[in-house]
Structures are given as C-alpha cells and as structure tokens.
C-alpha cells in the first residue's frame, strides 16, 4: 500500500534505478494520478492497471472523503492477502471466495485478528464498491462476489445490501460517558490529577491547554475527529457578546458527506484562545527559530479572507495569486496554508505538535490512549475514553436536553407538544442534524441506544433544575446500560 506523496519529490542525482525519471511528477500529472492517493502493488510486480485504475479519476473512491479513501485502501490490501495465500486474485475471487473471507475475518479462532462487525462491514463495503465498479464500468468481471440481497427499511423503502454484512453492530464500542465521568477524565487523564482528587507531583503538561481544549471541543460540538482535527484558526467562530454558542462550519472536503454548521460554546471558545495564546504560540516560535517553516513545500500565504463568504485569496510559492473556497480545502491543502502572525508566518492549522507543525487528526488517539492509561494507572480502570465516544456522548446530552426544553420548560399538554415538534422539529432530528447524519435510523439506533427503553416522558416530571434533571436521568441509564460510563457523584 502505497502513497502519492503529498508534494513533488525529486529523485536524486546518481541514482541509476531513477534514471531517466525526472519527469516522473509530470507523468504523474498526465495520467491524471494525484497528490495524496493511495494504491496498491503486488510485491515483485508491475501494477495491476484495472487495480490501479480503482484509485485514480473517475473511480467513485475518489469521490470518498480522505480518510474514507485511506481506510478502503487498507481493507482491501487485507482482502487482497488472504486470496493470494489461498492462491487466488481478485480476478478470480467467487462467493464461495468471500464467505470464507468473512468467516476467517471474523470467526475464525485461528485468526488473532479478528474483528467486530461494524469494522467488517466497512471492509465489505470497500470491496462491494471494488467489485461492481470493476463489474459495471471496466468490465473486467462478470459478476461481483460480493453478493447483495434487498432489505426494508422502516419507512418502507426497499435497498440492497450485501448478504454476509455483519446484523449485530448496534453495541460494538459504543460506549458513552456522563458530564461527571466526563470531567473526572479529562481531570484525570488529560489534567495531571491523581485518582484522589490531587495533583500529581511533578505534573509536566506540556501540552495539557492544547489537549484540554481539544478533548473540551469534542464534548462540546460532537465534531468528528477529523473534522475537529483539521479545524483552521481562520474557521474558529467569532467570540460576540451575548451569544453564549457562536456558530461555525465544517467544510465539505472534511466532513463525512456534506459540510454543516456546528456550534461550540463560548466557554469552549475561550479554552481554544488560551491555548492559540500559550502553548501553540510557543510551539510555533521554536519552529521558526528552527528554520521549520522556511524548508516546507507547497506553502500558500493567505493574503485575505472572508468568515461570511468563506473564501481565501493566497499567494503561492512561485508568487501566483489564487483564490479557493474553505469548504474545497482537504486535509492536505489544510496543511500548507499559512497566515501571518505577530511573528511572521504560521500554520493555518489550529492544532499543532510541540515541532510548530500541524498536527494530524490520528495523532489524538494516541493522547487519548495515554489519557486512558493514566486513569487506570490511578485506580479507574472502568473509565476510558475515546475520541468518537465524545461525539456519541455530545448526541445523548443533546436528546435529553432537547426533551426537556420541550415538554418540562414549556409545560405542554400532548396537543401542544406535537404542535411544537411540528414547528420546532423532533429532538430526534434536531441531533440528527447537528451530528450531520444522513439516516435518522443512524442517529436513533447507535448514537442514541440506550434511549431505546427509557420512558422519556415519564421521566420528564421529576426536577425542575434542567442540569440535575438530565444529570439524574443519565446516572440512572448508566445503571442499568454498563455501556454508559459514569463516576459516583463523590468522585466528580
């Protein structure tokens, strides 16, 4: 598995394999291969064109989202080893092929690395999308051995999917975390707290303003990670007084479908300032002592922009004057635009590493595993976090929220809440909209599970103080779903 590399490389001279190569980034650009996509090669073997041709123009993977277009790439790689241990190819593979694919993929005690259903849905879905495009539009196959069958949906429509897809992923690594197990993490994990309550003597947190604001962002939003994780300074939304939750926007090149407004909360808001002002102000100083800046390549300076009409004039490194729009800027061109700071020029790019160079969205994981493992090392093993469980947690607080304020704060009779709902929207779309899904059924049956047994309404009469209403309405589903985390109300 191989990338296209971001910029131009230029092979050096004195190297006989390159001889003769270099014009290699112009031939690249005339058979339409571009910067940053992925492909794959057999070892010991000249590329596969109709492979090959999966990952170029015209493909619909190229119409995927970048990370979408990464993890494909990946999955199949996966597929493509366990035919050739079996002595097949693509070319070849049968049902029959796929069935003992999914078997070993997913079942088979023999395989240390098996995976959960919604991981091998994913991977069926790369392959069905490899298949029929090679089927329906290259016509190297007849058939596609991804076999599909209909399904119904629950408004009545009708629509394929493939046979072997995985039924039991509603409780895969969907867990959930209340606002008090929320603060004790961040406290614990992120803030250099001990288990008591205390400091931990000698706490380093270098990088503790940046991850707190970051993990605060999360919690706040229910931004995906990688669209918080390529969020630009030039899209922060503009702190105004009287608005506790200014609006901003996700592009579409980062999103996973189409951009949409997000909210984030002018607490939130003033957590990111700080870290603009402390840390990341540092990390940048040390990168331009260091010359960091002054050896990228491919840097555009922004000359002027518009937050209403979401547009950037830039100037390139050759000196030519451009213009694009946020919402076309993918994580790659992200990278390269640089404003003009105090100091000089800048990343673009709001999170950054100690290096002053953008920081990629994969590299939060790695903060929140560490984060995890501070908890445990300080006696709470059961509370964990990861950066998707955020966004879930974001969804469930909003339901309960959204309930409240229609049928507690307003008093409504039925009549007059169903009149609300029509004018007002279902709270079930409102987070549906705010989580940017295309499904409600999305929204309903994973992010929002363990409101499936809860009588919302009855539960919708018991305090009139909104925060300990929702906070006592969580704490009793956390008791009775253990994929709801919570602390004791003495540990918060």
């Keep these: 598995m191989f990338l296209v590399p971001r910029e131009g490389v230029r092979p050096p001279a004195g190297r006989a394999h390159v001889d003769g190569w270099d014009d290699l980034e112009a031939r690249e650009q005339a058979l339409g291969i571009r910067p940053g996509q992925w492909f794959l090669l057999e070892d010991g073997e000249p590329g596969d064109p109709d492979l090959l041709a999966f990952f170029g123009p015209g493909s619909p993977l190229t119409r995927k989202a970048e990370g979408t277009r990464r993890s494909y790439a990946r999955d199949l790689k996966v597929h493509f080893e366990f035919l050739a241990r079996n002595g097949k190819s693509w070319r ?29 849905n994913r991977e069926v879905a790369a392959c069905r999308l490899f298949y029929e495009w090679q089927v329906r539009v290259r016509q190297t196959l007849t058939t596609s051995p991804v076999k599909v069958g209909e399904m119904r949906r629950r408004d009545g429509s009708v629509a394929q999917t493939a046979d072997l897809r995985s039924r039991d992923v509603r409780a895969n690594r969907v867990n959930w975390l209340t606002p008090r197990a929320y603060r004790r993490w961040r406290d614990v994990g992120l803030d250099g707290y001990r288990g008591d309550g205390l400091r931990e003597p000698g706490w ?29 300074t030039l899209e922060l939304p503009r702190a105004r007084s009287g608005v506790d939750f200014p609006k901003g926007r996700v592009a579409d090149a980062v999103a996973k479908g189409a951009g949409r407004s997000f909210w984030i909360s002018s607490v939130t808001l003033a957590r990111v300032a700080t870290y603009l002002n402390s840390t990341r102000s540092e990390a940048i100083s040390r990168a331009r002592a260091l010359g960091r800046y002054d050896r990228m390549r491919g840097i555009r300076q922004v000359r002027d922009f518009s937050f209403d009409r979401r547009d950037v004039t830039y100037v390139d490194e050759d ?53 995890n493992d501070r908890c445990e090392r300080y006696g709470l093993p059961d509370l964990f976090c990861r950066p998707h469980m955020l966004r879930h947690s974001f969804a469930l607080l909003m339901l309960i929220g959204i309930q409240y304020r229609h049928d507690r704060r307003f008093g409504l009779t039925p009549e007059e809440r169903q009149e609300h709902r029509e004018l007002f929207g279902d709270p079930f779309w409102l987070v549906k909209e705010l989580l940017g899904h295309r499904r409600i059924e999305t929204t309903r049956d994973t992010y929002l599970a363990p409101m499936a047994e809860i009588q919302v309404d009855e539960l919708l009469n018991d305090s009139a103080d909104q925060f300990e209403f929702i906070t006592t309405i969580l704490a009793r589903i ?7 985390i919570d602390v004791d109300a003495d540990q918060q």
Aim: proline share 7%; hydrophobic share 40%; charged share 30%.
């Design 92 to 120: 070849d593979a049968t049902p029959d092929d796929f069935a003992d694919y999914e078997f070993w993929r997913r079942r088979d005690p023999d395989n240390p690395g098996r995976v959960a259903g919604s991981k091998f």
């Design 319 to 371: 000196g030519v004057l451009g213009q694009v729009q946020l919402d076309a800027l993918d994580e790659n061109e992200r990278t390269r635009l640089f404003v003009t700071g105090p100091g000089g020029l800048e990343p673009a790019w709001l999170w950054l590493g100690e290096s002053g160079l953008p920081m990629l969205p994969a590299s939060w994981e790695v903060v929140f595993d560490r984060a």
């Design 204 to 232: 380093r947190g270098r990088n503790d303003v940046r991850n707190l604001a970051f993990a605060d962002l999360l919690w706040t939003t229910g931004l995906r990670l990688r669209e918080a994780g390529t969020l630009l």
């Design 478 to 484: 956390a008791a009775s779903d253990p994929r709801v």
